[in-house]
């Protein structure tokens, strides 16, 4: 029977820096626009991810241009 678990293990260290890199695009945008990062944030597509901070920025007082500037 063949051994799976080398398969097993790159699946799972794919896995784990895809999980990293959405983790940074969130933080990097939440940094930009200012806010706070939600657990929820990280299951968001990235238009979905784009208007909830983009909203939460609006919540924060952020005007228009400084959203603008900062998703440039």
């Known amino acids: 029977m063949p051994d799976f678990s080398a398969l097993t293990n790159a699946f799972g260290s794919l896995h784990s820096m895809g999980q990293s890199a959405k983790s940074r695009q969130v933080n990097n945008l939440a940094a930009k626009?200012?806010?706070?990062?939600?657990?929820?944030?990280?299951?968001?597509?990235?238009?979905?991810?784009?208007?909830?901070?983009?909203?939460?920025?609006?919540?924060?007082?952020?005007?228009?241009?400084?959203?603008?500037e900062a998703m440039a």
């Open 33 to 68: 626009l200012g806010v706070a990062t939600e657990p929820s944030d990280f299951k968001l597509g990235p238009d979905e991810l784009s208007a909830v901070m983009i909203e939460r920025a609006q919540q924060a007082g952020k005007s228009e241009a400084e959203i603008k």
